[in-house]
């Protein structure tokens, strides 16, 4: 879901905020359990942060693809969906390069710094963290994994190539 450098990223965001403005971190220090807990919900939260942002811009490339499947190749029906869907909505890579990796970095910054608002952020913390992990769940009862509209890092090349036995198809 997050990469290292997104990681790092929202660490140095947090500290940034927290020592530097004196605004409080959006999950609780004091047990290790509340911590985790805390840790979950940002992390849910962060996931359909990137969702609901990548969302627009996702409908609106499969669209295009699903046109130009239909125009390019003959699709029709189902067939001119399902490669609008998978060429336009699944694929990710889009997301590292490029302008909509810009959109995407700015996202991640700014849904962890309103995170870290005393009022707001809590609450809106609670709510999309809760319907996040819920995505998540729903995510991966589905498919699998994961990832959708954020990349998995758990199913990257690194953990198929580990798991790639000849007499499975993956």
């Known amino acids: 879901m997050m990469d290292l450098r997104t990681v790092v990223a929202v660490i ?9 403005m004196g605004r409080t971190l959006p ?3 004091s047990a290790p359990v509340p911590l985790v807990a805390g ?3 940002f992390v849910g939260y962060l996931y359909a942060a990137r969702t609901v942002v990548r969302l627009p811009f996702a409908l609106v490339i499969t669209i295009r693809r699903t046109r130009y499947a239909q125009r390019e190749y003959g699709l029709v029906g189902i067939d001119r969906l399902r490669e609008g869907y998978v060429r336009g909505f699944m694929d990710t ?4 390069v490029g302008p909509l990796a810009l959109v995407d970095r ?8 309103v995170a870290t608002l005393p009022t707001v952020g809590s ?11 819920a995505l998540l769940l729903i995510v ?14 758990l199913g990257s090349g690194r953990v198929k190539q580990s798991m790639n036995l000849p007499f499975i198809k993956m």
């Open 140 to 153: 991966y009862l589905l498919r699998g994994i994961f990832g959708w509209l954020v990349e998995d890092e």
């Open 39 to 41: 840790i979950m919900l």
């Open 123 to 133: 609450v809106l913390l609670t709510l999309v963290g809760l319907m996040g992990l």
């Open 27 to 29: 999950f609780d220090t």
């Open 93 to 96: 890579r889009r997301w590292r």
């Open 106 to 113: 700015l996202t991640v910054f700014a849904a962890t710094f």
């Open 12 to 20: 140095i965001t947090l500290t940034i905020a927290y020592a530097g």
